[in-house]
């Protein structure tokens, strides 16, 4: 298939398992896939890193990364001066690795460079099963910012319209390893810990590594993550 006849999409890359599939599943649908990652000042840096390896690896046209200043506000463990939980046991609560408003503010730049690329889809891998309780990961969140793309922007109100799509968001862990698996995903280019140092390596303790870990194990997969 000719590249410039597909249709274009912006995908939102984390670096971690669930974006990777998330790039491979928009281009088994035939997309055009524009990568897009944020800076927000995350603790973490070398999911950046990761997301423009798993970005080229997957066959993204290009990844951009935009920069902007969470910390500024902080609120996070993973914007502030805030252990990261280890070894927690689920309360129930939204855990202190959230980040307020984060997927609001990453949805609103994908949105932005959509219109500008012509394009009608975004893609995202937020997940409402085995994640650590955002509430920026739910199904009712998705379905009010697509409300909103479409009122909120000349896309929306003149063009075709703006569709988000979440393929991840009634998976587990451990199909979401499986699809990786069948779509040829490499994982060990991925980096999902909240705390993962400069080289990517995972500490093996925090809610992102402790779902990673159970969802290999669930899937029946070796875990090819690289830890400290």
Known sequence: MIQNT???AVVLVSGGMDSAVTIALAREQGYQVHALSVAYGQRHNSELAASDRVSHMLGAVEHKTVGIDLRSIGGSALT???DVPLDTVDSGDIPVTYVPARNTIMLSIALG???VLGSSDIW???NAVDYSGYPDCRPAFIEAF???ANVATKAGVEGAGIRVHAPLMRMSKADIAREGARLCVDFSATVSCYQADED???CGHCDACR???QGFREAGLPDPTRYV
Do not use: N, P, S, T
Request: proline residues 0%; aromatic residues 4%.
């Open 6 to 8: 597909l249709r274009k």
């Open 80 to 82: 502030a001066d805030i």
């Open 113 to 115: 460079w959509a219109e």
């Open 124 to 126: 995202c891998g937020v």
């Open 146 to 148: 697509e409300i909103l």
């Open 200 to 202: 990517g390596r995972a």
């Open 211 to 213: 779902l990673r870990a």
